[in-house]
């Protein structure tokens, strides 16, 4: 499989660029979450 | 604080019961696990498939796996300006609060997905063609793409004033999209070593279906994951807006 360095990068490249951006999304949310909840109790409703 | 909702245009009024950020927040947090699960779970099947089980090209051997996340990625970085651009229709024309925070949120998540697409192709292309990159047609409006979401990305967030940002950036969006029918046509309009669409809307597909199911997957897969990033990203904005706005009137108070 003379291809199979392409493969590994293309599929790599996919995985990183996806977990982080899904990955960031997920921390920058829980933490606008978690200081809301700190100065606004009511907000834990929504 | 809108200071224009009174004078938007009757279409805009239902729009903006969907304004409402608790409303907002609510709805998004019931449906984010939905979209993240399946947008995994549909991305790992088609994944899983295109790698194991469909076939090797017979002219392009075990590189036209690459297709599987190439394909997906184009057609979202496409997906996603037009969502940006419509967006930005909302912001420009109805004043939709939330089109606001979408474009910015949108941008990002666009670029990665236009950068994925141009990294994959080139992966392709080395093996393929013999070359990471050559001034195609297609290649180069779908780099043109790319910068339009760097531009839109910087010129969003370039003032003090947020309003002015979010006007300029729309305005860009809008003046941007002549640029999807040049990378939909580009390969019929010049000669091009990209090959055309295998999939269209009136036509068979010219791909065999052991290569279309997990491709089909790989594509629904990567747009639910798209949608929950940005659906993720607008509830963080959503709430550090809500932040900025108590903080603020709390120092006011004092």
Known sequence: MTHLPYLLAAYGLALVLTGWMAIGAWRRMGAARRKLMAIDPRAERS | ?254
Request: with cysteine.
């Open chain 2, 1 to 254: 604080m809108e200071i224009a909702s009174n004078a938007q245009p009757s279409g805009g009024r239902n729009l903006h019961r969907f304004a409402n950020p608790g409303q907002f927040l609510r709805l998004s947090g019931r449906i984010l696990p939905f979209l993240a699960v399946s947008a995994l779970v549909l991305t790992g099947i088609g994944v899983f498939g295109g790698l194991f089980m469909a076939p090797a090209d017979y002219q392009q051997g075990d590189a036209v796996r690459i297709i599987y996340i190439h394909v997906p990625s184009a057609w979202l970085a496409s997906s996603a300006y037009m969502g940006l651009a419509i967006a930005s229709l909302f912001s420009l024309v109805w004043r939709h609060p939330l089109a606001d925070l979408a474009a910015v949120e949108i941008g990002p998540v666009g670029a990665a997905a236009t950068a994925l697409c141009l990294a994959t192709g080139s992966l392709w292309g080395k093996p393929m063609w013999g070359a990471w990159w050559v001034w195609d047609a297609r290649l180069t409006s779908v780099l043109v793409l790319f910068f339009l979401y760097l531009g839109h990305i910087g010129l969003i967030r370039a003032f003090d004033d947020p309003q002015r940002g979010y006007r300029a950036g729309a305005i860009l969006a809008l003046v941007g999209v002549v640029n999807l029918p040049i990378i939909k046509f580009s390969v019929e309009w010049w000669n091009s070593l990209h090959q055309p669409a295998s999939i269209t809307l009136t036509g068979a597909p010219t791909i065999a279906g052991s290569m279309l199911w997990p491709l089909a997957f790989c594509a629904l897969g990567f747009t639910l994951g798209f949608a929950a990033i940005v659906t993720a990203r607008l509830r963080a904005a959503v709430m550090e807006r809500r932040i900025r706005a108590l903080l603020l009137a709390r120092a006011q108070e004092a």
